[in-house]
Nanobody, 129 residues
Framework: QVQLVESGGRLVQFGDSLRLSCGIS????????MGWFRQAQGKEREFVAH????????YYADSVKGRFALSRDNAKNTVYLQMNSLKPEDTAVYFC??????????????????????WGQGTQVTVSS
């Protein structure tokens, strides 16, 4: 059984930085590409960022590009989402997800929920103005 556990969410101020972590257990971590999604209250879940299984490539939603950065430590079975210059509109529950068959060519699927096999329970990030 694969389990994902997110941590690091909390209340921060506008402009602050925060790092979320997602640990995976149950399977070989390097089997999976990892993604982050978020869901604000009353809104649908949306793609935030994705990192390939090797960590060589990452992809970001336009709304976070230049502010957020993904990294992964395969020795620790953990992926990190570094969030800088946080804004109130970044307030949401953040979910990490693991996918073993994410496609990049010819049509990328990393921003689609259905590309992922396993999901964490989410961690709340609140940014006050």
């Amino acid at each position: 059984q694969v389990q994902l556990v997110e941590s690091g969410g909390r209340l921060v101020q506008f402009g602050d930085s925060l790092r979320l972590s997602c640990g995976i257990s149950g399977r070989t971590f390097t089997t999976y590409a990892m993604g982050w999604f978020r869901q604000a209250q009353g809104k649908e879940r949306e793609f935030v960022a994705h990192i390939t299984w090797s960590g060589d490539n990452s992809y970001y939603a336009d709304s976070v590009k230049g502010r957020f950065a993904l990294s992964r430590d395969n020795a620790k079975n953990t992926v990190y989402l570094q969030m800088n210059s946080l804004k109130p509109e970044d307030t949401a529950v953040y979910f990490c997800a693991a996918g073993s068959a994410v496609q990049y060519f010819p049509r990328p699927t990393y921003s689609e929920e259905r590309a992922y096999d396993y999901w964490g329970q989410g961690t709340q990030v609140t940014v006050s103005s």
